[in-house]
């Protein structure tokens, strides 16, 4: 797989990860009467990309396998748009992964296979009616006969009204997040996708999420502050009667949750890396990927900035006082006393 390069490509990848993400969406963003003919929960997702390097700042995609109900197969081929404007050459683009998705068909079973290709589109500007690969042609009519032509299904999310925006919890977040992203107004959008994250509340899965969603925000948007973000956590965990437990808000605890969690995530991440990299470098990796998510989690943007400083610190036992100081830290200032005791 193509390594992560921004973080709507990220954030794509991890939330269509999601089953029941990538299930609804194929369920209700598709055509009824082509979702109709999908065994839709045979869905399952391939770890393979067909882009082309150059493109990957500007377009993500995901392969899902498939069953057809009557139990043969299918693929369908997920085009995430996030460039801030349509572009023109995108079919011809698809052309060119269609034809790599059947190279591996043929490959693999000798067989040419339906792929469905759908294109998701969050840029500024609504994508144009009609632009398909028909619409690229220009020249004589006699000739048009030799052009190849197909059809995609597009979702372009500025057309969705939030009502319209339907689907598994973890979706509909997604979706309106990729809607919002771009808009002057996503700060005081941001308490109606926060609404939706507490359908998540008693799933196993809900602090991870809560990264996921928090770290987009964090690293995606110019158009929403710290404080703004922090002002729709309360609105919602809070103001709006949100669950509590000594004072502290929903959204506080799940910070601190996740802190604890992506400790012990981030040790059991580097002992394993240990085993081929070195006992001392994976331990130092696991303390980094506890920080980097606490530092997300509680901080936000301004706590990821301190990570450039603190991935050149070579001391695992450094590391390990600034992730267990998150706990307590009350403000950046409280971290970088562990690493810059001068100060």
């Known amino acids: 797989m ?11 990848r991890e939330v269509f990860s999601y089953p029941e993400a990538a299930q609804d969406f194929v369920r209700y963003y598709l055509p009824t009467e082509v979702a109709a003919v999908l065994d839709v929960p045979t869905l399952e997702l391939s770890r393979e990309s ?13 392969l899902y396998y498939v069953r057809l109900r009557d139990g043969s197969p299918a693929y369908v081929y997920v085009l995430l748009e996030h460039k801030s404007f349509p572009d023109r050459r995108t079919p011809f683009q698809l052309l060119g992964y269609f034809v ?3 190279e591996r068909s043929l490959r693999e079973t000798g ?4 792929v469905i290709l759908l294109v998701v589109y969050h840029g500024r500007s609504s994508w144009p009616v009609g632009f398909g690969m028909g619409s690229l042609y220009t020249g004589p009519e006699k000739l048009r006969r030799y052009w190849p032509d197909f059809d995609y299904h597009l979702v372009d999310l500025s057309r969705y ?10 979706l509909q977040v997604a979706l309106r997040l ?23 509340i008693q799933t196993q ?7 996921v969603v928090l770290r987009y925000i964090s690293q995606s948007s110019a158009e929403v502050t710290d404080t703004q973000f922090h002002d729709a956590l309360r609105e919602v965990f809070l103001d709006e009667g949100g669950a509590t437990m000594q004072g502290k808000t929903l959204a506080q605890q799940w910070m601190e949750q996740g802190l604890e969690k992506g400790l012990e995530k981030g040790l059991q991440q580097g002992l394993l890396e240990g085993r081929e990299k070195g006992y001392l470098q994976g331990r130092r990796e696991g303390f980094l990927t506890a920080i980097e998510m606490g530092l997300d989690l509680k901080f936000g943007s301004h706590g990821l900035a301190l990570l450039p400083e603190i991935y050149r610190i070579d001391d695992s036992d ?8 998150l706990r307590s830290a009350k403000s950046l200032d409280d971290l970088r006393i562990i690493f810059r005791p001068e100060e």
């Open 2 to 12: 193509a390594e992560i390069s921004n973080p709507h490509d990220r954030f794509f």
């Open 111 to 114: 067989e040419m296979v339906p």
């Open 100 to 102: 790599r998705i059947q």
């Open 318 to 325: 450094v590391l390990r006082a600034i992730a267990e100081g």
């Open 161 to 170: 009204s939030n009502d319209e925006i339907v689907g598994a919890a973890t």
């Open 178 to 200: 990729f809607k919002s992203v771009y808009a002057r107004d996503f700060a005081e959008q941001l308490p109606g996708i926060f609404r939706l994250l507490r359908d998540l």
């Open 205 to 211: 899965s809900a602090l991870e999420y809560l990264h």
């Open 50 to 62: 067909f882009l082309d390097p150059n493109l990957q700042e500007y377009i993500s995609d995901l």
